[in-house]
């Protein structure tokens, strides 16, 4: 890798120097789990292309948090390094992507010597905030119509791309409910003219 991202122009010379030598980009196809609950956290993620999601899991139930886009990294992943905790999130591909892992040994000397880093994480944690207040606002206010319709559109605008390879039994881990009701519900929206469903995907209009 020849440059850093645009979020690091910000960053002293020095530590973008640093970051460049001891930091690792990989290709990561889509579906790949980077993190999971329960880990101690090897390497911090910084999305250079592509789509990560971060969900988190209870029984056999999953619930999105959130989507980690290009040129962010994960907040959860650097709150546990810094605590020297286990992971309490799973993080996973949700498109091809390419990441710029930095090793968390590495993340925990920096923070110590660039206040630089610290404001773009704690920039970075106002932006999952408000993501997170969108989600629990959804959970407790939004019927499940108008919650998958959301995620389609997300997912959609995210991708730039209305039509979304994905299946009820995705849809329902992201939100946190069970394929009957997903099905039951996307037949509604197809009547609806909202959505348009198809044997690989799904067409949403936005």
């Given at each position: 890798m020849t440059r850093?991202?645009?979020?690091?122009?910000?960053f002293p010379q020095e530590l973008k120097d640093d970051i460049?030598?001891?930091?690792?980009?990989?290709?990561?196809?889509?579906?790949?789990?980077?993190?999971?609950?329960?880990?101690f956290i090897q390497v911090v993620p910084l999305v250079l292309t592509g789509l990560v999601?971060?969900?988190?899991?209870?029984?056999?139930?999953e619930l999105l948090l959130y989507y980690i886009r290009p040129e962010e990294?994960?907040?959860?992943?650097?709150?546990?390094?810094?605590?020297d905790e286990t992971s309490r999130i799973t993080a996973r591909t949700e498109a091809d992507s390419e990441l710029l892992l930095?090793?968390?040994?590495?993340?925990?000397?920096?923070?110590?010597?660039?206040?630089?880093?610290?404001?773009?994480?704690?920039?970075?944690?106002?932006l999952r905030y408000l993501d997170l207040l969108d989600t629990i606002h959804e959970v407790l206010f939004e019927h499940l119509d108008v919650r998958i319709?959301?995620?389609?559109?997300?997912?959609?605008?995210?991708?730039?791309?209305?039509?979304?390879?994905?299946?009820?039994?995705?849809?329902?881990?992201a939100l946190g409910t069970s394929r009957e009701a997903?099905?039951?519900?996307?037949?509604?929206l197809e009547h609806e003219k909202?959505?348009?469903?198809?044997?690989?995907?799904?067409e949403v209009r936005l």
């Open positions: 850093l991202p645009g979020s690091f122009n910000a460049l030598r001891k930091g690792v980009v990989k290709a990561v196809p889509k579906g790949v789990e980077l993190i999971r609950e329960g880990q999601k971060v969900l988190t899991r209870y029984e056999d139930r990294s994960c907040i959860m992943s650097f709150f546990s390094v810094l605590r930095l090793p968390s040994d590495m993340v925990r000397e920096w923070l110590l010597n660039f206040p630089a880093l610290h404001l773009f994480f704690h920039q970075l944690n106002n319709l959301n995620f389609l559109r997300e997912k959609a605008r995210l991708t730039g791309n209305p039509f979304i390879r994905i299946r009820h039994r995705e849809i329902a881990d997903i099905s039951r519900v996307t037949k509604k909202k959505i348009t469903q198809h044997p690989d995907g799904i």
